[in-house]
């Protein structure tokens, strides 16, 4: 049911109800009971003669005045109920417009809308949703160019153009990083050298006989190569290794109880002349700064302290001396 049939129905429920004559029970009581008794031809003589029109007619009257109050009291609620349909079509039509919403039907069309309303409201929201894609299409369109944007900024963090660098802070750059990359090399060196402690401890004091055997002390093949050597590419897996994959040279293979002879060099880098001895120390650049340190004896090489300078002695002074002023 409707919100319109709901006050129609509210409104019928609180017409009036039409108010029946005065003492019109007690006349129909009467009225029955006339009819129901039937005097005899006796009783009928004995009557008196009715007296008036008023009281022949009365039996038909009272109905008929009864229909008549209840066909005014129907006729006076039509009228208010079409009073208020008028009204409430009136305020309908009224708030139409400013609402944007249909106008409220007849009540001859049960509430459906015509089809010229929702062909209207079909059309309104087409060209909302047309108007809502072009504003997202709009904003996916900038979300791309800001996206545009952000790939080139990087790629210029990334790369900085040329002569953004004084020549010395060009040489500044390339010497720490050349540092960093000697660091990085001596600590390959530090975990090669423990790698052979702790192959040995599990093979009878006996040092590998390559670099491969060491893949289970190693975490991976990439530390084979030292971080300055443009030469050789680091193997991805053990699985790819060769000896093509390696710059260090490993000195020390297959020879029992290597820690006891701990100055002895295990490994060496030939880029920055690090050493790595049998007792896991590394020596950082001795091969390139110091390379008379390294001695070789028995087919071995060995880091060796060099000797102290000799310092100069006092001049030695004559046997006699000449005095000032004096001839030999």
């Known amino acids: 049911m409707s919100t319109i049939e709901h006050e129609i129905e ?94 409220a039907p007849n009540v001859g069309t049960n509430d459906v809308p015509t089809e010229s309303d929702a062909r209207a409201r079909t059309e309104q929201e087409i060209a909302r949703l047309k108007e809502l894609a072009s504003q997202l299409a709009a904003e996916v369109a900038e979300l791309e160019q800001m996206r545009a944007d952000n790939v080139k900024l990087r790629a ?37 050298g423990l790698s052979v402690r702790c192959w040995a401890l599990d093979n009878n004091d006996f040092s590998p006989p390559d670099m491969l055997s060491m893949s289970n002390e190693l975490s991976t093949p990439m530390i084979l190569v030292c971080p300055g050597d443009k030469a050789h590419e680091a193997a991805k897996n053990w699985a790819s290794y060769t000896s093509a994959n390696c710059s260090y040279e490993y000195l020390v293979t297959s020879e029992s109880k290597p820690e006891t002879e701990p100055t002895r060099v295990l490994f060496r880098c030939p880029i920055h002349g690090h050493v790595c001895l049998s007792d896991g120390s590394v020596q950082g650049g001795v091969a390139k700064l110091h390379p008379e340190q390294l001695v070789h004896r028995d087919g071995k090489l060995y880091l060796e302290d060099s000797p102290p300078p000799v310092q100069p002695g006092p001049a030695p002074q004559p046997a006699n001396p000449l005095t000032d002023g004096s001839n030999p």
């Not at 003669?49 to 008929?64: D, E, K």
């Not at 006076?76 to 009204?87: H, K, P, S």
């Not at 040489?171 to 090399?185: P, Q, T």
Request: proline share 11%; glycine share 4%; net charge positive.
């Open 10 to 103: 509210t409104v019928l429920r609180a017409a009036p109800a039409p108010a029946p004559p005065s003492r019109l029970k007690e006349q129909l009581i009467a009225q029955v009971r006339l009819t129901a008794v039937r005097p005899t031809p006796d009783l009928q003589a004995s009557m008196p003669a009715p007296t008036g029109w008023l009281r022949r007619w009365w039996p038909v009257l009272a109905p008929a005045a009864v229909s008549l109050a209840c066909a005014v009291g129907l006729t006076t609620q039509q009228m208010e109920i079409r009073d208020l349909q008028r009204a409430i079509q009136d305020s309908s039509r009224d708030a139409a417009p400013n609402a944007g919403a249909l106008s």
């Open 156 to 192: 210029q963090l990334a790369k900085p153009p040329a002569g953004f660098l004084s020549p010395d802070e060009t040489e500044a750059l390339a010497k720490a990083k050349e540092k960093a990359e000697s660091i990085a090399c001596i600590n390959h060196l530090k975990q090669m």
